[in-house]
């Protein structure tokens, strides 16, 4: 469980072939909470940045993702994954995942 929890999730898995953006039809995760923030400006300079992307960060529990997948959320917003770090074997909190997250931008510049 996720302390402030701001979105549910599902995962779904990048199938390599021939096109760069196929997915599984189905979930391989679904249900999943998670915490999500955007980006303040001094992390979007160290990861990089690029016209109509935006940045997030998601924490959520120990769960099937890797770099590539899709993540859709409760609000039908769509992220890929761009980065996967483990937080695990600590002694004063549980397992977690941090995930970057990477969404087409809401509004057009």
Not at 81 to 101: A, F, Q
Request: charged share 25%.
């Amino acid at each position: 469980m996720i302390m402030g929890a701001n979105a549910t999730i599902s995962v779904y898995k990048l199938q390599y072939g021939s096109k760069l953006d196929t997915y599984a039809s189905s979930a391989a995760v679904s249900g999943a909470e998670a915490y999500i923030e955007g980006q303040q400006a001094e992390m979007i300079v160290v990861l990089g940045d690029q016209a109509n992307l935006e940045t997030f960060v998601m924490w959520c529990d120990p769960i099937d993702i890797a770099k590539g997948d899709k993540i859709i959320d409760d609000r039908s917003r769509e992220y890929r994954v761009i980065g996967v770090e483990r937080h695990d074997n600590n002694t004063d909190t549980d397992d977690m995942l941090k995930v970057v997250l990477r969404a087409q931008s809401s509004t057009t510049h």
